[in-house]
């Protein structure tokens, strides 16, 4: 297997585990956050910026780099790691979710998906085949099959038909997966129905891929039918492989799908929200552009050991954003991804300890969005 | 005095000199260039990255921060040094170019300048004493008294009026300092008429600053007339204080004044340009937003040991900038920077060597916006 997963310990008091992803551009402690790079760049960082903030993994999106620059640019340079200069372990997503949330006109049939690009207009298709190659080009250790997604209003027959044509998609896939280095994992669609979801998880083990990805959630519906959909999921996925929920990145989300035994994570969220002036803090989010810190000489977080906390006030920061500087979204951005790693890190380190279950219930009271009390119980 | 200046060597063939201008926050090698961080930032860049590329001092305006996030601020958070993590050396300006090129609405008598912020339209009132004290406020290491500016086009008595108005108030504002640390230049007006020009830096010698500064030029007027008019004044200042062009930063131009004897300069030309994806390289311009780049893997510059040449391709930098990513203008930023400080590296090796007037020629060559040969034989 092009990666390996090992669990390291399972929490007494929940679904939760810490493990460690072993890929061939080394190891990734577990429960892990993802920064997102979606056109070969984590917004407004350096690669040495990722490293120092925590980052071991990164996530670079194929619908974007298809687009611009180019998969076949992309490998006449070598690959993603040499074009972007990311020495680290590199997951890309399949395009189905930008496909299906950023590109008009789209139509899907069984051989593939129709799109728009969002940049220029112009006319794609996308087959699992392609999707293989363009991933094959950009040379990504862990890289995803082409799969179908679905609104949180779909009526039960289109979840039910993207779920077996995502089914279908992912043997296609591995059928066309030339590069045995690259980790395929294999997506769970099916909407937020249970039924589906378990049926496509049980189809997708029989198929032994490296690793699942669940995705179609994050997508409008409410937490609850999220955390019944990763309850009635995760139990159908073998211990032994990763378990990786696409695009959740809010705390209390992570909160809720790593107690319920997920292990990956990656999100835009706090890269975007520093670009737009909130940050995380121990305390919770604060939105710096606010008039309360013009003369705020605290560091972001006290209890922060960022580059940004170690040296730059709220009210510089503040000041930055509010002039438009770019410096002002990098110490943002800094801050937040340092941020999500610690936090993952604390989540972690509460597993091993037994204490996940507390550590959910202070957290949940800090960064809750949803008031989900322990979704481990069942009965959701 | 606060500042201290040493000629190392008076280049044999030219009026180019070398040597070392000593703050109280480290030696300087000069010619140096000195990045400009408009707001308290020099766009793009941390310090960290700035003393990387060679950054030994740099500029901060004081109209702007005065504007925001104001001088009582910056003076609560310990000064500007320690509000924006710069710990070298630090200059600022007086607001007179900026109320002359920014400020809508300026009315100028005896006492100050009546301006209207760019950003919000508030109304506000420079004196020397005000200029001062902002300055103080900021903890500068060498400041500038306000000075009044004119345009290429303006007539001889508002040209004789706005110097004579600039000599009292370098009077007023000597007056008005307060703290012994800060190094007050003077600042020599007088448009591109010459005889103003010797005569205002005579009288500002008769008043023994620390250094001297040449204001009003840059402002639209021909190469020819900066070079007669910095050949007219430069000889007029005592060999044993710093000269400090201000807002040149162009190589030809640097050449330039270099060749006539300028110790310092400062320009936000090298990171504008970065931002808009022209960047300098030892073999001339380029525009690495052009098609010709798209699958150029090279570096910026072959020849360059900065950050950016170390670890990426025009063609991802390109990518980056076409997308307006903004890891995209920190390489070129970072590269640019780098650039202007080995240039003038360069400059001053060639000026130890007795070379100068043969680096002129070969740089000229290839940065020449204007044709202006050996501007130290006089007769311009």
Redesign the interface.
Known sequence: MPVKFRQVHADAGSRARAGELITRRGAVATPCFMPVGT???V????PEELQAAGSRIILANTYHLYL??GHR?VA??GGLHR???WPGPLLTDSGGFQVFSLAPLMSVDDDGIDFRSHVDGSAHRFTPELVMEIQEALGSDIIMPLDQLVGPDAGPDVVAEAMERTLRWARRSRAAQRDPGQALFGIVQGGVDPVLRRQCARELVAMDFPGYAIGGLSVGEPAEAMAATLAATVPELPPGKPRYLMGVGSPDYLLLAVGLGVDMFDSVLPTRLARHGTVYTWSGKLVLTHARY??D?NPVDADCGCYTCS???R??I???L??N??????LATIHNVHFMHDFMAAMRQAILDNEFASFYRRWLSVFGSHGIMEPWRGGL
Do not use: D, Q, V
Not at 325 to 330: K, P, T, V, Y
């Open positions: 056109l070969g760049t917004r407004a960082m350096t611009r620059p640019l006449k340079a074009f972007m200069n013009r003369e000489l040296s730059y006030s009210a510089y503040r000041h930055l509010k002039a500087e770019i410096l002002g979204i990098r």
